[in-house]
């Protein structure tokens, strides 16, 4: 158990639809970062934030939408899926805002039928 | 030109073989280098991080950094069936946003 949790594991949902998709950060840690990983793309960066505020921005589709709340947890809102969204959304915590590795959670996987 | 390059591979080893992983990157300003190991349908797991060039050893893994190459590399002694996982390479700028560049990965295979 890395100390990064995300949930749901597995999401199966319609061409359309919204889902919301949770994390919580190591214990301490104040960065949350959230990457989308499909097979042909590798890992993309789609947004960090930090202590609650959005602190750098990738390649996040205006269909999506995040947020960290007061207590570090964060959420990652997709809405009008597309089947091109099916892909593993990680969610990944650090300590700081220096220099470090990321702590990654096990991923939900999302599929769009 | 990709900011970080990784050749995908896949890599197919016998066990006990060593194993040489490399990304190439382009920008002169990055000034820290990980390694990450993803098995299949699990999250990315640190294995290695340096700052400078030079080596870095810890158990079977060597990482190794030629900043005036931009050349990182990762060394595998006397492979194992367990270490057979996708290998990541990041790379990252100091600063407040912490953004790291990703490899797609290389896949490697240690058969028994």
């Known amino acids: 158990d890395s100390g990064v949790t995300q949930t749901p594991k597995h999401l199966i949902t319609a061409t359309g639809q919204r889902v919301t998709l949770r994390c919580s950060p190591r214990?301490?840690?104040?960065?949350v970062y959230w990457y989308q990983q499909s097979l042909d793309q590798g890992l993309q960066f789609l947004i960090q934030?930090?202590?609650?505020?959005?602190?750098a921005k990738g390649n996040i589709l205006e269909r999506f939408s995040a947020q960290q709340f007061p207590d570090l947890h964060s959420e990652l809102n997709l809405s009008s899926l597309e089947l091109g969204d099916s892909a593993l959304y990680f969610c990944a915590s650090s300590a700081d805002r220096g220099a470090g590795g990321y702590t990654f959670g096990s991923g939900t996987r999302l599929t769009v039928v | 030109q990709k900011e970080v390059e990784q050749d995908p591979g896949p890599l197919s080893v016998p066990e006990g073989a060593i194993v040489s992983l490399n990304c190439t990157y382009s920008n002169s300003a990055f000034q820290y280098f990980m390694w990450y190991r993803q098995y299949s349908r699990k999250g990315p797991e640190l294995l290695m991080y340096?700052?400078s060039s030079g080596n870095k050893e810890d158990g079977r893994f060597t990482a190794q950094v030629d900043k005036s190459s931009k050349y990182i590399s990762l060394f595998i002694r006397d492979s194992q069936p367990s270490d057979s996982a996708t290998y990541l390479c990041a790379i990252g700028s100091a600063g407040n946003n912490r953004k790291l560049i990703w490899g797609l990965g290389t896949s490697l295979a240690v058969n028994p």
């Open positions: 934030y930090y202590n609650g505020e959005e602190r």
């Open positions: 340096t700052y």
């Open positions: 214990s301490g840690d104040l960065s």
